[in-house]
């Protein structure tokens, strides 16, 4: 099996893969996924299959209680887009940790004052305001305040 077939089964989970972070920080570093049309490229094709998989009854379950879909319409170019994401929550407060920053750029619709967003969590779709932060080392949080139900 090809170095990029092996890099795109531990991204998306199968033959036992975990499908984590730490996948994709590996197969970026191997310079694997520039092969294959980028990281962006590749995120896409991820994200697209999960999405549904993450609105199935049963795999939902499973996958929703450390994952969140979350939704806003991008700054510039006013599309609403749609990523699967890990994510913690404390009250009404989700964080989600962005793996590999640099080479993603949904997280920059939440700098400064941040934005409107929807997370379509395990109870239901709940709206939010995100806020996003990168701290001294480079690491970048989103952090959501959900509104109030009702």
């Known amino acids: 099996m090809s170095e990029q077939r092996c890099a795109l089964r531990a991204l998306d989970g ?32 991820v994200n697209k299959a999960v999405v549904p998989l993450l609105e199935l009854p049963v795999v939902g379950r499973l ?20 990523l699967p994401v890990a994510y913690r929550r404390s009250g009404d407060e989700v964080s989600v940790s962005v793996a590999l920053p640099d080479q ?23 709206a939010g305001h995100a806020v996003s932060r990168r701290d001294d080392k480079g690491s970048v949080t989103v952090v959501v305040a959900l509104a109030p139900v009702g």
């Open 104 to 126: 993603k750029t949904w997280w920059r619709n939440f700098t400064g004052e941040g934005g409107p967003i929807e997370l379509q969590l395990p109870e239901g779709t709940r």
């Open 63 to 82: 996958l929703g209680r450390g994952m969140v879909v979350l939704a806003y319409r991008g700054r510039r170019s006013g599309n609403r887009v749609e």
């Open 14 to 45: 199968a033959g036992g893969g975990r499908g984590s972070a730490a996948a994709w920080r590996w197969a970026a570093s191997a310079g694997t996924l520039a092969g294959m049309g980028g990281f962006s490229r590749a995120a896409k094709v």
